[in-house]
């Protein structure tokens, strides 16, 4: 008996057109990203994995992705959690900014550090910033706790108790999960699943819009390590643009 997990990142948001960094700022998708997303669901009903229930983070690009996802697969009517704790990594000061602007100012070694180190987060949003979510009231429940910036073990840490408490139960009960997500979400969780180390992790990009299955044993361990990409050619592609953002 094995369980399924399907892990589904956002089709091309605006902000990741114009190579902005975005983390909590609510950006919707383009109009490619609304084609990916549709793929995504095309790929899954081909493929015959049909998601009983969905968990996503509270942001557009990955309600919406989730939404056009699951119409293609004609699943729209299946349950369906949202939390904060599946949102994108908390960009702290770097929301808003460009990913190019920010390399050239700051230097690789930096603008890497603050892209991928596991335990390195950016400096803190001010409040009054144009980009910060501090009056958003879709986090009221947080309070003071909301973060201004996070690391993508921050991510882990707020990640896992939802993963133990909502995901594995779902999964236990043998459903078919979907989970529509983020870049620093999904990386958080693929770490936890995979036991990739703190270092390795800094190398591992999630392609936009492409469905990663992952078969789970009874330990909630994955079958095949990394699992598969119901497309991998278009995610080996979609993978080198997510790694290579900011450079071009
Ligand atoms: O800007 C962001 O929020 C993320 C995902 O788009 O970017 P990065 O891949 O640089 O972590």
Redesign the pocket.
Known sequence: MTYTLILLRHGQ?D??QKN????WYDVTLTEQGRREAIRGGELLAEAGLLPDVLHTSVLKRATITANLALEAADRTWIPVSRSWRLN??H?GAL?GKD?AQTLAEYGEEQFMQW??SYDTPPPPLDDDSEFSQAHDPRYAELGADAPRTECLKDVLERMLPYWEDEIKPDLAAGKTVLVAA???SLRALVKHLDGISDEDIAGL?IPTGIPLVYELDEDFRPVARGGRYLDPSAAEESIKA?AS??RH
Do not use: A, D, I
């Open positions: 948001s902000w990741n902005l960094f975005t983390g994108e990594r960009y929301q990913k892209r991928r983020h870049g620093n990009n997510v953002q900011g």
